[in-house]
């Protein structure tokens, strides 16, 4: 069966652009800089860029365009034995996608709710016991399916699976080309009008100011590598299914490039968004800043709200950074999914029709547990232990492999034989070195935390079930299915 192609250059990279850039750059790169030095932060996250993420980037394109194959199929190409990582990988990819679309479900209800604010004045309570409806359940107690989350949840899996469903140049391409020029022009928008309002200055001023005491703190280094690889959707199976489609005659390295400068670049440009909001929300309450700022879920769904109540014209700002916060969820929600799609399409020689309804009808279901009661903490949870844990070793044991067991030169030969400018010994010394080093201190010091002082306060044995044991879980998977494939 032919391997299905990108339409063009323009497409791939809108595509790939539209992975990467998700919710988390919108709410978690401008907080990681805000508590890490402010401006200083910039310093670490560029040296991260350039020896972390472009090497990263440049790697897995180059992968995807030398085998044409999904992630474990990629990898079973390298070597047989090396099949079980792709299977991590894509597993990896299948939790994230259950999960993110219960956030992208949250901001779909809140766009509606935006042409109002019928959100009310007291938007934390709102979110968390009216919304979310809380209560006393906790991740194994989630309690009953709430609707008003499922029907927002199963709107945006239609979405996906349309996607999906039409395949590579008419389903994923022509989203990515009206998503992401979309996106652009409404956060751009945005941003003209709120960095007139008055204390947004602040903010920015917040945002920016540059604490250089920060730079010696290795926390600070070990936070700026850990949002590069969390951003870029590199180390689980996404940029190897994209790349697989490129044409023979792609220019790798420049697409790399190109991914990674703009993804980092609209993470900068989020980080402003927020801040000039924050700012005015703090000149307008009279506090300061550092009291209206909170990370993740609660900046996107509690402060903002909040500060769209003291906007001018609240009914067109409010609704147009909810439709962005949309867009930029759901296109990274079609990159997930359709990682998973590719490899159950290469694996079981499955038409895409199928796969695609397979994928999306099962996860469609898993789902429903973030739509209860108990959704929030359940995301919390298993959100932390995959982005934490499971993706870091994913994209460690993936340099480790491709640095020290295959030959990396390989891959450098093959990108610079197809592109225009090519990458010189920096890219292997980078992969080989000072990438695996810092993932091997943020990954150990994750663990010993986590193993020591336990995450959020959940019970022990949530943690074991939900946390190690899914990760367990994944792996002994990935294992069997990579023996299976052996004996075949």
């Not at 401006?39 to 560029?46: Q, V, W």
């Not at 990263?56 to 090396?82: C, D, V, W």
């Not at 895409?352 to 995301?379: D, E, P, Y």
């Not at 992969?431 to 002082?453: H, W």
Request: hydrophobic share 55%.
């Amino acid at each position: 069966m032919k391997r299905e192609q990108w339409g063009s250059r323009a497409g791939f990279i809108l595509a790939a652009v539209g992975s990467a850039i998700g919710l988390g750059n919108i709410w978690r790169f401008p907080y990681m800089a805000y508590e890490n030095g402010g401006g200083a932060f910039f310093i670490p996250y560029l040296f991260a860029m350039i020896t972390a993420g472009i090497p990263f980037m440049i790697m897995e394109f180059g992968m995807g365009h030398k085998y044409r194959g999904s992630a474990p199929r990629t990898f079973a190409k390298l070597n047989q034995k090396y099949e079980w990582l792709g299977w991590f990988q894509v597993m990896i990819a299948a939790v994230i996608a259950v999960y993110y679309v219960a956030v992208i479900g949250w901001a779909i209800s809140y766009f509606s709710m935006s042409f109002s604010q019928s959100w009310g004045q007291d938007t934390n309570a709102y979110f968390f016991s009216e919304y979310l409806q809380l209560g006393d359940n906790s991740p194994s107690k989630l309690g009953s399916i709430q609707w008003h989350i499922a029907i927002p949840m199963l709107l945006a899996w239609a979405i996906t699976f349309a996607a999906i469903f039409g395949g590579v140049k008419s389903g994923i391409e022509r989203a990515s080309k009206i998503m992401m020029p979309l996106l652009f022009i409404m956060v751009i928008a945005l941003i003209g009008r709120m960095v007139f309002l008055p204390g947004a200055l602040d903010g920015l001023n917040y945002l920016f100011q540059p604490d250089f005491s920060k730079i010696t703190d290795p926390k600070v280094w070990s936070a700026a590598y850990g949002q590069i690889f969390f951003t870029l959707s590199v180390g689980f199976a996404i940029m190897l299914a994209y790349s697989s489609y490129l044409p023979e005659k792609s220019d790798v390295n420049n697409n790399a490039f190109m991914t990674v400068l703009i993804n980092c670049g609209f993470s900068i440009i989020a980080g402003i968004l927020i801040f000039s909001v924050l700012g005015y929300m703090a000149q307008e309450q009279g506090k300061p800043l550092t009291e209206v700022v909170s990370a993740g879920v609660g900046l996107a769904f509690v402060t903002i709200p909040a500060a769209i109540n003291l906007l001018p014209i609240p009914y067109i700002l409010g609704p147009l950074f909810f439709l962005a916060l949309v867009v930029a969820g759901l296109s990274s929600h079609i990159s997930i999914i359709e990682a998973v799609t590719s490899a159950f399409i290469d694996k079981l020689n499955w038409s895409r029709r199928k796969a695609a309804s397979v994928v999306c009808g099962s996860g469609l279901i898993i789902s429903m547990a973030f739509a209860t009661n108990g959704g929030l903490l359940l995301l919390d949870l298993v959100d932390y232990f995959i982005n934490n844990i499971a993706l870091l070793a994913s994209c460690l044991i993936e340099l480790l492999i491709m640095g020290w067991l295959v030959k990396l030169a390989d891959i450098r030969s093959h990108v610079n034989a197809v592109s225009e400018f090519t990458v010189g010994k920096w890219f292997e010394i980078c992969l080989r070195f000072v990438s695996p080093a810092f993932l091997v201190v943020i990954l150990g010091t994750n663990i010993i935390n986590t193993l020591t002082d336990g995450y959020g306060g959940y019970a022990q044995s949530d943690l074991l079930l939900l946390g190690w044991g899914l990760i367990a879980a994944m792996l002994v998977v990935g294992i069997i299915i990579n023996k299976s494939s052996k004996e075949a």
